[in-house]
Every structure is written in structure tokens, then in C-alpha cells.
């Protein structure tokens, strides 16, 4: 009797312990979904998309597909701007406090582009 509830006890623990794997599996999974999700593409002297809504504490990543530089700079400096960014390089930022905030490239002030961030 005693064997066998030690053996189930096993059981119990090894099944908490497959679980506990799924679980963290999945945890990773959406990770790097997220952080898909919140990429801005430059293209074509555009950012796409042009109002990006995020959580606080989330990561925003812009991305240049352009052949020519572009810049991520926050009006009223509410966030770190980018140097110039050349083809294919990235530029990261953590969402703050929520709230919005607008951007523009320095270089083409014509290009503009909104955060939205949320609680
Ligand atoms: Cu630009």
C-alpha cells in the first residue's frame, strides 16, 4: 500500500513537471510573437504602420527597408531618439507611461507616425 502511494506521488510530480514544461513552452512562443507584433516598418518613406498601439512595458521596434536613412525622434522629446538608422537596421525602444506620442524622422519631417500606449 505504502509503495503504491509512493509511486503515485511520482506520477503526480513528473505529470507537474510536463505541465510546468508546456506551459513555459508557451510562454516563449508568445514572447516572440509580441515582439513581432509591435514593428513599425519604414517604407517608402512611410511608417506602417502609421498608429502602432502598444501595452507599457511592451517593446516597439522600428525597422528601415528603405535605401535612404531615416530617424525615429519623439516630438517634445518624450521618448529616446534613434540615430540615423541605414538600410535594414533597427531601432528599440520600451513603451513608457501611457499615453500618446507622436514621432517624426529628422530627416523627412514629413514622415510621421503615432505611439498609443495603454496600462
Ligand atoms: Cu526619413
Given at each position: 500500500m505504502i509503495t503504491f502511494i509512493r509511486k503515485n506521488k511520482k506520477a503526480v510530480l513528473l505529470t507537474i513537471l510536463i505541465v510546468l514544461n508546456f506551459c513555459l513552452a508557451a510562454r516563449g512562443d508568445d514572447a516572440a510573437t509580441v515582439g513581432k507584433k509591435n514593428t513599425i516598418e519604414i517604407k517608402d518613406f512611410m511608417f506602417n504602420p502609421q498608429t502602432l498601439t502598444v501595452k507599457s512595458g511592451e517593446k516597439i521596434t522600428w525597422i528601415n527597408h528603405d535605401d535612404e536613412p531615416h530617424t525615429v525622434v519623439s516630438v517634445g522629446k518624450k521618448f529616446q531618439k534613434s540615430s540615423a538608422?541605414?538600410?535594414d537596421q533597427e531601432f528599440t525602444i520600451t513603451a513608457g507611461a501611457p499615453g500618446t506620442y507622436e514621432y517624426f524622422c529628422s530627416?523627412?519631417?514629413?514622415?510621421t507616425g503615432t505611439i498609443v500606449v495603454e496600462k
Open positions: 538608422l541605414d538600410t530627416v523627412h519631417p514629413k514622415m
